[in-house]
Nanobody, 126 residues
Framework: QVRLVESGGGSVQSGGSLRLSCAAS????????MAWFRQAPGKERDGVAA???????SGADSVKGRFTISRDSAQNTLYLQMNSLKPEDTAMYYC????????????????????WGQGTQVTVSS
């Protein structure tokens, strides 16, 4: 059974930094695509950043230059380094992983992913 467990969330002041981690277990191979999504109260789940198993990354315009996604494919572990955090970054952050044709382009489309974590809360105060 595949399991994704996020960690590293917390409360920081505007301008601060956090590093999120997502540990995957129960899957022998490297996921083709792993990504971070976030969801603020009353809003839809939005894609933050994605990375495929060759290291190619993509990210939402709102986080470019501030957030960096990376992964350890051998360990199926995903990271998100978040710098210069803003109050509008406040949300529950979810790790997602996928394999197969649905994620062959590794896009930030929530419906493409096979597995999800439970989320870790990030709160940024002004």
């Amino acid at each position: 059974q595949v399991r994704l467990v996020e960690s590293g969330g917390g409360s920081v002041q505007s301008g601060g930094s956090l590093r999120l981690s997502c540990a995957a277990s129960g899957y022998t191979y490297s996921f083709h695509c792993m990504a971070w999504f976030r969801q603020a109260p009353g809003k839809e789940r939005d894609g933050v950043a994605a990375i495929d198993n060759r290291g190619t990354t993509s990210g939402a315009d709102s986080v470019k230059g501030r957030f960096t996604i990376s992964r350890d494919s051998a360990q199926n572990t995903l990271y998100l380094q978040m710098n210069s955090l803003k109050p509008e970054d406040t949300a529950m952050y979810y790790c997602a992983a996928g394999f197969g044709s649905s994620v062959r382009f590794c896009l930030l489309q929530a419906g493409d992913f096979n597995f999800w974590g439970q989320g870790t809360q990030v709160t940024v105060s002004s």
